[in-house]
Nanobody, 115 residues
Framework: QVQLVESGGGLVQPGGPLRLSCAAS????????MGWYRQAPGKQRELVAS???????MYADSVKGRFGVSRDIAKNTVYLQMNSLKPEDTAVYYC?????????WGQGTQVTVSS
């Protein structure tokens, strides 16, 4: 069975850092394009960052320069390092794995940026 388990969410002050983890099982994550999405109440789910099986990365304009996505191949885990957090970053963050013909989602982890 395939599982993507996000962790690391929580409450953080504006300007602070937070690192999210996505631990994969049932797939070799390094062979998939891995994405981080987020969804805030009343808003559509949006792509935040992605990393391909060739290790290239892409970021939404709203997070460029602040967020970084990376892999630990040995741990089969993908990370989202979030820095300089803003209240508008508040959302449920979801991990996603994609290859042709298959898409998998994690359960999400809440990130709340508030003073």
């Amino acid at each position: 069975q395939v599982q993507l388990v996000e962790s690391g969410g929580g409450l953080v002050q504006p300007g602070g850092p937070l690192r999210l983890s996505c631990a994969a099982s049932g797939i070799i994550a390094s062979t998939y394009t891995m994405g981080w999405y987020r969804q805030a109440p009343g808003k559509q789910r949006e792509l935040v960052a992605s990393i391909t099986n060739g290790h290239s990365t892409m970021y939404a304009d709203s997070v460029k320069g602040r967020f970084g996505v990376s892999r630990d191949i040995a741990k089969n885990t993908v990370y989202l390092q979030m820095n300089s957090l803003k209240p508008e970053d508040t959302a449920v963050y979801y991990c996603n794995a994609r290859v042709v013909g298959s898409i998998f989602w994690g359960q999400g982890t809440q990130v709340t940026v508030s003073s």
